[in-house]
């Protein structure tokens, strides 16, 4: 499956972003979604994942309130609504897929998408 990531963009703090990522393929409703974020001179991290039929998420605990994944197997897209930005939110996002089930370890991801850079200022 091929992933492209969009959305991201400049914002100041407590404003609200969304991105989207597209997929190729006819089997996108079996792909667990994962988003992740990566900034300079970290570790790509967990930010949230979902389920291919969207019944289950999971967060990392620095978003949990903030941000919603979600997906619509129709158009092949999931989703990551971003609300109360912060500076520390500022980083490159990426979407990226797997079989299975959700999990939090960018390692065992298996599809990624490209990355798109979302830049939150104080």
């Known amino acids: 499956v091929q992933l492209q990531a969009s959305g991201g963009g400049l914002v100041q703090a407590g404003d609200s972003l969304r991105l989207s990522c597209a997929a190729s393929?006819?089997?996108?409703?079996?792909?667990?979604m994962g988003w992740f974020r990566q900034a300079p001179g970290k570790e790509r991290e967990f930010v949230a994942g979902?389920?291919?039929?969207?019944?289950?998420?999971d967060y990392a605990d620095s978003v949990k309130g903030r941000f919603t994944i979600s997906r619509d197997n129709a158009k092949n897209t999931v989703y990551l609504q971003m609300n109360n930005l912060k500076p520390e939110d500022t980083a490159v996002y990426y979407c990226?897929?797997?079989?299975?089930?959700?999990?939090?370890?960018?390692?065992?991801?298996?599809?990624w998408g490209q990355g798109t850079q979302v830049t939150v200022s104080s």
């Open positions: 990226a897929g797997r079989l299975g089930a959700v999990v939090t370890r960018a390692l065992r991801y298996d599809y």
């Open positions: 979902i389920s291919g039929s969207g019944g289950t998420t």
């Open positions: 393929g006819r089997t996108f409703s079996t792909y667990i």
